[in-house]
């Protein structure tokens, strides 16, 4: 359907609005970074740095405990995705593909995960951690950002695979493939979209995770940086522009992994919206 000029102003003017709303408080956030403290607490705020520093960057990685915070989320970040991305695959192969008693209960069962709120479940699980051992682990907080990102990469997956038609896994098999060969060279390489689609939730969902990594890290060499972020907030006072440096580099991973895999993430996210 042709769009008349005024339809076309109106998406326009929406998509604007909604970049500003987007990208506006990630440029303020990162242009103020790179000013005095003065200027960054000005009463009327600039939009480009006039006083221009890196002593806030400096200070950061100089003095403080930033860089084992950032090595410590970016270790369990990964761990958590790649962990996520092989349980999602092999569970939504098994969902769809396998026949057995139950299935349809137990998959249901996993997406009433989500009915409950994470802190209804954090004194149990921090009780249980604490009988294995697993409290002040980056174990622990793998395995609790896998157990909340796993219900919907399974049913993410899950649409993926029905994506498939049968006649792919029945022609390898034909040709003497095994079941495991037929996933890993014929199944895997056609999900691509879906694998990186629940990488990027995966990850961005651990590099974000504050509650339970306040609650099961007690060193201070095992902190996260959205912990050891909000450990720079003082009682008394706010160092700006080291919160600012703090939090225009946490961000960095995030944009480097989007830039690998993006262009499999929007594809992903569509498709499986429409199955």
Not at 139 to 153: E, I, K, Q, Y
Not at 179 to 197: D, E, N, Q
Request: proline share 5%; hydrophobic share 55%; glycine share 6%.
């Amino acid at each position: 359907m042709k769009r008349g000029l005024p339809g076309t102003l109106v998406l326009v003017l929406s998509l604007a609005v909604l970049a500003a709303l987007v990208l506006l408080p990630m440029w303020l956030v990162g242009s103020s970074s790179f000013k005095l403290p003065r200027e960054i607490i000005s009463r009327f705020p600039t939009f480009f740095p006039h006083s221009f520093t890196l002593q806030h960057y400096q200070k950061l990685l100089g003095t403080s405990a930033f860089p084992t915070y950032f090595v410590n989320s970016t270790l369990v970040a990964a761990c958590s995705a790649f962990v996520t991305v092989v349980l999602a695959t092999l569970a939504g192969y098994a969902f769809f593909r396998l026949e057995f008693r139950g299935r349809d209960f137990l998959y249901r069962l996993i997406m009433v995960a989500y009915a409950f709120p994470s802190i209804v479940i954090l004194i149990p699980i921090y009780l249980m951690f604490a009988k294995v051992g697993l409290i002040d682990t980056d174990l622990a907080l793998v395995v609790v950002n896998v157990t909340f990102a796993l219900p919907f990469s399974i049913w993410m997956m899950r649409t993926f695979f029905a994506s498939l038609p049968r006649e792919l896994e029945e022609a390898a098999a034909i040709d003497g493939a095994s079941r495991l060969a037929t996933a890993l060279y014929i199944l895997v390489p056609l999900l691509r979209p879906g694998i990186a689609a629940i990488a990027i939730f995966a990850f961005v969902s651990s590099w974000t995770e504050y509650l339970f990594a306040s609650v099961l890290i007690i060193s201070d060499a095992k902190r996260t940086l959205p912990v050891g972020l909000s450990g720079i907030i003082g009682q008394y006072q706010i160092d700006w522009g080291l919160l600012l440096a703090g939090a225009s580099l946490s961000i960095l991973p995030v944009v480097i992994f989007f830039g690998f895999v993006g262009r499999w993430f929007v594809a992903g996210l569509t498709e499986g919206a429409v199955k």
